[in-house]
């Protein structure tokens, strides 16, 4: 069945012709889909049915609880803790791994809760749900009176207490039946759709937590010959929003146009990614479980990289943890000007100190175990055109570039230092500021491949190493950084940086651990 493309840039995010499998039939209402990066399985609810199932790879569907109090939508949290919105008892409900089950919220302004229905983390620990009424109707929920007078969005906020009320986020009156919630990539915008009056809105997300400026979205998400209505909502790592619809799901771009359909064989109502590299579109769609393979993957939840064995890098038994697939290994500034005897800072005292740290060494032999592990390998350097025309003189270190004409562009001192030059796979990114972010074309690179961690090497380790990770940090990436492939000026100036400001923004070792980690 060929799905519907409207805008060309639909053919980024799935192929035209992806079949739709499926992976299981004969339930009752099929929802919350929601897959465990560790334990590799889908879960999902079969709510009319009052149960809670799993599928795995091998085909296999298994019962894991009954009753499940009709549960509805589900996520994790970064610590893989199971959250539930229950139908039955008008709660959110936390499962730890062990099974254990402690009531999260269920009352507003001391009136129990509609019935929650969808929600999502944010990476401050925040919680988010929806809140309509369907929860309280024949079938899909226990039939009895409503406490509450509207239906609207609420949060738990980072340090919520279980059995603390919850907080109303939106609009008392602006949301008919609120449905399906998703955070954009950076979580500075929040999507809520209203399945009653078939649109989806956008809101700021504000300091406290609150959303903000509410605008229109998308409307008009009916279709008098099909079946379908907005319900379950997720983005992807760009920031397109895929929601459940009539045929299936539609596809908006961030700026809000539709750019086509997945075409699905039953009622669409709920969706979520996973696999391995949650490019796998799982949707739960009336009595059958359906998957699409897709081009993109989903934007990044904080259970899929938390504090678990899914991040990039953990700690288990005290050892280092690296997945290659999600990494990239950054070698900066080791070019001759600035580390090698006779270049332009000779003078500074940095060749004796990259001496001291065997940094060219060290470095060569993490570049190429991260090669041989399939770690994206960059190599970053500072490159000014002759006469250095665009680097500012505000400050001594550029000033200093200046006057000593370094790194300049087809010269030796801009070359890398002996060892150390790129091979056929690595990549080079230029840059002209001591960090490496703010003037290259680093962060586009990082996203295309779809890495989440770094590790962070090179000269000099207070300056433009110290930089980078303090951006990387921000921007929220993991950040590995093994402290004897980086140098600088002297030795007071490179521990002073490793054991203070690093500390607080990465994680430091030795490019021995590393390697080990990689195997």
């Known amino acids: 069945m060929p799905h519907a493309v409207i805008d060309a840039r639909f053919a980024a995010l799935m192929d035209a012709n992806a079949p739709v499998k499926q992976l299981g039939s004969g339930f009752t209402f099929t929802e919350g889909p929601l897959w465990h990066p560790v334990e590799k399985h889908l879960l999902f ?23 499940s109090n009709k549960g509805n939508g589900m996520t994790y949290d970064a610590a893989l803790n199971l959250l539930v919105c229950e139908h039955s008892t008008s709660s959110v409900a936390l ?12 009352h507003f302004e001391g009136k129990e809760l509609n019935s929650p ?24 929920g226990v039939e009895r009176p409503l406490q509450q007078g509207f239906q609207g969005v609420y949060m738990l906020p980072p340090g919520h207490r279980p059995g603390d009320e919850a907080v109303l986020v939106s609009d008392r009156y602006m949301f008919s039946q609120p449905n399906g919630l998703c955070f954009s990539p950076c979580e500075r915008w929040v999507w809520v759709n209203d399945t009653e009056q078939t649109n989806i809105r956008m809101f700021d997300v504000a300091a406290d937590g609150r959303l903000t400026n509410s605008r229109i979205f998308a409307s008009g998400i009916k279709d008098a010959l099909r079946a379908g209505v907005p319900d379950g909502m997720k983005a992807d790592k760009d920031g397109n929003v895929y929601v459940t619809a009539p045929g299936g799901v539609w596809v ?137 025309p665009g680097v500012p003189d505000n400050c001594p270190l550029f000033q200093g570039l200046i006057d000593a004409n370094a ?36 962060e586009t690179i990082l996203a295309a491949n779809g890495i989440d961690t770094l590790i962070n090497t090179g000269a000099w380790t207070n300056m433009s190493v110290e930089h980078t990770a303090r951006t990387a940090a921000d921007k ?31 994680e430091v070792t030795d490019v021995e651990t590393v390697i080990a980690a990689l195997g």
């Open 95 to 106: 499962f730890r791994p062990d099974g254990t089950r402690e009531v999260m919220a269920s």
């Open 252 to 388: 908006y771009a961030f700026d809000g146009v539709k750019l086509g359909e997945i075409e699905v064989p039953e009622l669409v109502a709920n969706l979520h990614w996973g696999n391995d590299n949650w490019d796998t579109l799982f949707m739960c769609a009336s009595t059958g479980l359906y998957s699409v393979q897709m081009k993109t993957r989903g934007r990044e939840e904080p259970f899929m990289r938390g504090q678990t064995a899914t991040s990039a890098v953990v700690h288990a038994s005290g050892g280092l943890r690296i997945d290659p697939r999600r990494t990239a290994l950054i070698i900066q500034d080791m070019q001759n000007d600035v580390i090698i005897d006779g270049g332009a800072f000779a003078e500074s005292g940095s060749p004796d100190h990259a001496r001291a740290q065997n940094v060219v060494e060290n470095a060569r032999r993490l570049a190429e175990a991260c090669r041989k592990a399939g770690v994206t390998v960059l190599h970053v350097w500072l490159v000014c055109e002759p006469d250095h």
């Open 117 to 140: 229905n969808d929600i999502c983390v944010k990476s401050d620990g925040a919680i988010y749900f929806t809140d309509p009424t369907y929860g309280r109707m024949p079938g899909f």
């Open 476 to 506: 929220g990436f993991r950040v590995i950084v093994p402290e004897n492939a980086c140098s600088t000026m002297n030795a007071d100036w490179h521990n002073a940086s490793i054991n203070y400001a690093m500390q607080n923004v990465a």
């Open 407 to 442: 790194l300049v562009r087809g010269t030796w001192g801009v070359a890398p230092a002996a060892g150390l030059e790129p091979q056929t796979s690595d990549m080079i990114v230029e840059k002209m500021t001591m960090s490496a972010w703010p003037s290259s074309r680093l």
């Open 45 to 67: 609810s079969d709510m009319p049915g009052d149960v809670r199932r799993r599928w795995t790879p091998d085909g296999q569907t298994t019962e894991v609880m009954r009753p």
